[in-house]
């Protein structure tokens, strides 16, 4: 069933909801899911709704200027995609496969709804493994002493791609501000810590020497700011005295695999909307 994602966030008040319900059933719209959330803190209101696309008595271009008038009465700031659409994802990873199998299987499965049309890697170990999915592999290396000319590369890749969600599966290299910028919130990283504790490199060993408890990973909107982005999702796990480094970093790979995977399910049906640098997760 193809169906249309109405997205908003504006400041908090009285007839939101009415108005854009009201304006839906004028034109025969269906509304098959409905979210809501007001945040009294920011004083903000979040909404997603599912419009069955064939209830509609008119096209989306006409939905999109005549539903412009409501959005300028209230300030918002939205957003209408059509679910017919796949989100074009590109994954990037270097070494560490477990993060990328797991999203290939789970695409190749139909569980995760969008187009991987490439995976790029700073290494050429994966391309076999990426290659039986029927996905190109596209090896850019990247040069310590010229980044910014491997990053030209990988830009000039996702212009040709016509990538619009870009998933770092445990790819291992600082994204430099004017990608994070041009893609913001549209790059979805794994970071192997429950943030923002551990940030930045090894932090499982960061954990151990501090006797932690629990471990865990996060699923982020990547900025400019390391490791600090957004946060789509989390998950933890227990551990004991008992668990080394070595036991902590096998149960890490399996919480980030589902983490990842969670958030970008999250992101790639429109689920995640964003306000400064908090997440509403419908």
């Known amino acids: 069933m193809n169906a249309y994602r109405l997205t908003m966030s504006c400041p908090d008040g009285v007839g939101i909801v009415a108005g854009i319900s009201g304006f839906i059933a004028e034109h025969g719209g269906w509304i098959a899911e409905a979210n809501h959330h007001s945040d009294f803190g920011s004083g903000y209101f979040f909404m997603r709704h599912v419009i069955q696309a064939d209830s509609l008595s008119c096209s989306l271009d006409e939905f999109k200027e005549r539903f412009a008038p409501i959005a300028e009465k209230f300030s918002m700031k939205w957003k209408i995609s059509e679910t017919a659409v796949k989100k074009r994802v590109v994954l990037m990873a270097s070494k560490d496969s477990h993060c990328l199998v797991d999203l290939l299987s789970r695409w190749q499965t139909g569980e995760l709804d969008c187009d991987i049309v490439a995976v790029i890697s700073n290494h050429d170990d994966l391309r076999s493994l990426v290659e039986w999915y029927n996905v190109p592999y596209h090896h850019v290396p990247v040069n310590p002493l010229n980044k910014s000319e491997s990053f030209t590369k990988v830009e000039n890749l996702m212009d040709e791609l016509r990538a619009d969600t870009i998933v770092l599966a445990r790819y291992m290299q600082i994204i430099p501000p004017d990608l994070c910028e041009r893609y913001q919130h549209k790059i979805i990283n794994i970071h192997h810590s429950f943030l923002p504790s551990f940030v930045g490199a090894r932090p499982?060993?960061?954990?151990?020497?501090?006797?932690?408890?629990?471990?865990?990973?996060?699923?982020?909107?990547?900025?400019?700011?390391l490791d600090a982005g957004p946060i789509i999702d989390q998950d933890v796990t227990r551990i004991t005295h008992a668990d080394n480094v070595q036991d902590m970093i096998r149960l890490g790979r399996d919480i980030e695999k589902i983490v990842l995977a969670r958030g970008l399910r999250y992101h790639i049906e429109d689920r995640v909307l964003v306000h400064g640098n908090h997440t509403v997760v419908f």
Request: proline share 0%; with cysteine; hydrophobic share 30%.
């Open 204 to 225: 499982y060993h960061q954990a151990a020497q501090r006797g932690v408890k629990l471990i865990g990973a996060t699923c982020h909107y990547v900025t400019q700011d």
